[in-house]
Every structure is written in C-alpha cells, then in structure tokens.
C-alpha cells in the first residue's frame, strides 16, 4: 500500500487525490471504489456517508481515474488497487469529460449569499473546462453563456441550468458521455434549515438538480456524496434511475472509513500496534451494511500525526443541525442520558431525512443522527419495520454527546456558577458543594422536565456533563470494571497529590417503599463490598471522597462518605 521510505508523512486535511498521491502522503487504498461504481448501474448514484469519511477524496480520486481532460492521471493510479482488476476497469481510465463540483462551502446565514457561494463553486467548475471558448463545436452565444458564469454573471436560471448546460457543451466537444461528480450536495439544505430559509433554498434546489438529473442525454453517469439522504421527493423528484446507498446498505461498505485490516496495517506502518486497544475504544465502532469494525479515518489519521488520543472528528464536524434538533426535541433527551450511559436503545430508524418538522419525528431524528456518525447500529430488530438497537460508536462521540448535555445546563446556569460548584468540590469544600449543587439541581429538574423513570439516568449525565469541566486536570470515567464491579462515575486527578472521588446512583425502583435513606445505605455498601476504591490506591492515590446519590422520581438526596 506504502512503501514507508518514500513516506512524507500524512497529509491531514488533504482532500485532492493528485496532490496526495504526488506529495508522497500516507494513502489508504480506497481505489476499488472505482471499480464498485463501475460495476453499479444507477444511472444517479448517491452515496451518503458522516463528515470527514473520505468522501471528498474518493470523489477527486474518480475525477482523476476517468477524467479524458487530465493528462498523464494513470501515473498517479500505478501501484494501486484499481491497476490489477484487469481491462473492464482499466479501460475506463480517462475515458470520460468529468464535471465536478463541491457544495462544501455553499453555506451562509442569508439566502442571497448561499446564492453567492453556489456562483462561486460553480465558476470554479466551469473554470476546468475554459479550453472550450476555443473548441468550435461550441456556439457563440453558448460562448457568451459561459463567459457570463466566469463573471459571476448569471441569473438564477442561468444558475440552475449550469451543470446540464455544461455537460452539453462537453458531450458536443469530445463526442462522448460526461461523467457528473457532485460532493456534499446536502450542505446547502443543512445550512438552510439552521438558518431559516429552508423553504427558498429547497425550492431552488429541487429545480436546480431537476434540471441537472431528467432526460440528460449527454450524462454516462452521476455520483453524488453526502451526509444524509434527503427525501427524494423534495428535492431528486426528477432524477431517473436514481439509487441510494446509506450505511445500511452493503454495497460501498469498505470504500470509507479504514477498515480492521486497514488499520492494522496503518498502525503496523506507523509502529504503533500496542495503542491498538486505545484507538479502538476512541474511534472504531461504526457498522455499515454487515461490515462491522469500521474506524473514523479523520481522528485515525490525526492520532497517527500528532500520537495523542483526543476527539479530533468531533472539534472539526459541524453539529449545528444534530444540535439544534436535539434542542428542540420532545422526548429524545431521556435517551439521550441512556446512551451515554453506554447502554443501546431500540428506536425507529428513518434515513431518508425530511428536514422541515424533523424534531417532532423521532424515526428521522435518530435515522439523521445514525447517518451522520453519532450512532452505530448493534442489532437489526425488525427491518421491515425500520426498528434497530443502536448506541454511541465510541469514547470520542460520547464526549460530545456530554458536551451536549452540559451546552443544555449551560443555557439556564452561568459558566461562573459552575467553575464556583467544581472549585468547591475538587477542594473538598463539600457542604458548600451540596447546597449548591442542590439548587442547581433543582432548576435543572425544572428546565429538563425529567420523568421519574428517566431521573437516574438524568443524574448520571448531567454530573458527567458537569465534570467534564475538569477534564485538565481528571481522568473522567464512568461504568468501568474496578474489582468487584461497576462503579458509575470515577475522578482520577493527573496529579496523584490531588483529591480523588468514587460517585454512585441509586434509584428507587418502586416510588411508594424505599426512603431516600436507604437507598444512601445501599449505596454506601455497594461502594464498600465493591472495593471500587482499589483501583485508586493501587496507583498511590490515597485521598479519596466516596459519594452516594439517592434519587426517587424528582427528589434526590446526596451524602458524603
């Protein structure tokens, strides 16, 4: 795959395949994508994978395989996968006039300047194929069309037509069918949606794809990338032979993402086999199709670079949407706190997303989470019926998904009141701790609307969002095996000088027969025959503060040991 003396180092953020191949950056073999979309017979095909997957670098990785416009591109594929599959597949190298265009960047708070942006990325494509104001098989005024678009000119019919004009223009010129890449093409309906002009954005777009997609004569074939999958009938109503593939789906299942024989032989090439265990709790666990073990490619890649273990994927996506949507939801926060709980929830898959009204639709809120990274499927429960079990892929989505839920207290608790209640506790300040955590609770209680059936769960998630304020200077853990059992939460200071602390929730399962009182009791024994206590001491950390949580419907009590 990579001869490791040539080896520049990895090209993080890198997405043009000519650029990485010719700088001599580390590359994971994702060529048989090539033959996989030549073997596929949509005549439209929309592969939606979450962000940062290598999306954008298997687009430019078929440009460069079947563009005819690009010269001497079979040197960049020599050594590669692609090569060894024999003449069906190597005869479409350069075989094709390519249109590509990315959507990455048509985003804007305001409609007008997504229009803007849509210009801009659409001169960038034409700009490829500027050689045809000197072909003469392109007519004058089809010139001055052209021209018009180079300047930004364009009205927003010239605008929504652009890309069939194009490929007209290219079919007429080298007198074969054109190739048409399109990547993030939902970039723009997420932006829109975040924004407020959903309505005019869709509308635009459904025409502008129409008339790209229905009857173009001139088309061999389309690929388009994503995130999401869109509802055909909003905005693809017009596209014949049309098919998608999400990650439910079998088909392209190791063409993203780096596969279990990927990276053992990344982390052999990098030597560093013996962290395998580490990043595989970090960033493994996404399943597509019936292919399990797939690893986020983005915070791989950026561990091998920079060799330290920290969410990368998840400081770079965007999670406007995830997070709005989440904000607004009914019913959805409860599971939430179960899946950082690390427990999988059984819930209505949808993927094909509609976006207007989506919060109020739990199957398309958890099918956009689940198709955007946030969720793995674990079991199938009843496809016909769409109801999976799925639950968070890894440590690193679980930090977000904490800092989700502490962005939640953060709207009604000031920042300062929190840095006041952490101080108190990691200086063992703790009747000053207790009372103002109690209030805190209490108007957390409030804002949340927290059921009696979901108060253990809410407890647990929002002491995690909370602490996760001292993640400098603590280990945070939380249901981890120590001795005998599990303990809930666990604080290990970096500095073993510092104040250590063991916290476990008890709910009442049955409202009218346990007191708060004893379930304090039964706590403070769990924590006492469990030893969890070992694991701190055998590390030499002898201060440590065990606390007990009694929780019944919306009443809790706390007591410290």
């Known amino acids: 795959m990579n001869n490791m003396e040539e080896i ?8 043009d395949f000519k650029n990485l191949i010719e700088r001599k950056n580390y590359f994971i073999d994702k060529t048989l994508f090539i033959k996989d979309i030549i073997d596929n017979q949509a005549g439209v095909t929309l592969v939606t994978r979450p962000r940062r ?36 597949y190597t005869s479409k190298q350069g075989a094709y006039p390519c249109i590509y265009l990315t959507l990455k960047d048509v985003t804007d708070r305001k409609y007008e300047n997504m229009l803007l942006n849509l210009k801009t990325a659409v001169l960038e494509m034409y700009r490829e194929h500027r050689y045809l104001l000197d072909s003469d098989k392109i007519y004058e005024e089809e010139k001055a069309k052209i021209m018009d678009i180079l300047y930004t000119r364009e009205d927003e019919i010239a605008l929504r037509t652009s890309v069939k004009e194009l490929s007209g223009y290219l079919y007429r010129h080298f007198e074969k069918q054109v190739i048409i890449l399109i990547d993030e093409y ?64 079998n088909e392209f299942a190791d063409d993203f993402g780096i596969t279990n024989e990927e990276i053992d032989e ?5 030597k560093v ?7 595989k709790k970090w960033y493994d666990g996404y399943r597509i199709g019936n292919l399990d073990g797939i690893y986020n490619p983005w915070s791989v890649l950026n561990f091998l670079s920079d060799g330290v273990l920290r969410p990368y994927w998840v400081n770079t996506s965007s999670n406007d949407l995830i997070k709005l949507i989440l904000k607004k939801s009914v019913g959805i926060k409860d599971k939430i706190y179960d899946l950082i709980e690390g427990k999988a929830i059984e819930v209505p898959i949808n993927l094909e997303t509609i976006i207007v009204g989506i919060e109020d639709k739990a199957d398309n809120i958890w099918g956009l989470m689940l198709g955007t990274g946030y969720l793995k499927v674990v079991e199938v429960v009843n496809q016909m019926e769409g109801i999976y079990k799925v639950a968070l892929p890894n440590y690193e989505i679980k930090t977000l998904f904490q800092g989700i839920v ?48 979901t108060a253990e769960n809410f407890y647990h998630a929002f002491v995690l969002g909370l602490l996760v304020g001292l993640k400098d200077t ?5 249901n981890r095996e120590s001795r005998l059992g599990r303990y809930d939460i666990m604080l290990e200071p970096k500095d073993k000088n510092k104040n250590s602390f063991i916290i476990e929730f008890k709910l009442a399962e049955d409202m009218d027969e346990e007191s708060l009182e004893e379930l304090l009791e039964k706590a403070k024994e769990q924590i006492e025959i469990k030893k969890y206590d070992v694991e701190l001491k055998e590390k030499g950390i002898n201060s440590i503060t065990k606390m007990v949580f009694a929780c019944k419907g919306k009443n809790f009590k706390m007591e410290i040991i």
Do not use: H
């Open 8 to 15: 520049t180092g990895i090209g993080i953020g890198i997405s």
């Open 53 to 88: 997957f290598g999306k954008t670098l298997n687009m430019s990785m078929l440009r460069y395989y079947f563009d005819c416009t690009k010269k001497n591109t079979a040197e960049l594929f020599k050594g590669l996968k692609i090569m060894e599959q024999g003449e069906k």
């Open 186 to 249: 939902d970039v723009p309906i997420q932006s829109a949606y975040v924004n407020g002009y959903y309505d005019e954005a869709i509308e635009f777009l459904k025409n502008f794809y129409k008339t790209t997609f229905k009857d173009n004569q001139y088309m061999e074939k389309t690929v388009l990338t994503g995130v999401s999958r869109v509802a055909k009938e909003s905005i693809f109503s017009g596209a014949n032979n049309f098919k998608v593939f999400t990650i439910l789906d």
């Open 266 to 270: 990344a982390l052999k090439d990098f």
């Open 273 to 279: 086999e013996d962290d395998k265990e580490e990043i």
């Open 406 to 453: 502490r962005d939640w207290f953060n709207n009604k608790v000031s920042g300062e009141n929190l840095r006041s209640i952490l101080d108190d506790l990691v200086n063992l300040r703790l009747p000053d701790f207790k009372k103002k955590f109690q209030r805190l609770v209490e108007e957390m209680f409030s804002y949340m609307d927290v059921g009696k059936d």
């Open 474 to 478: 603590y280990y945070i853990k939380s």
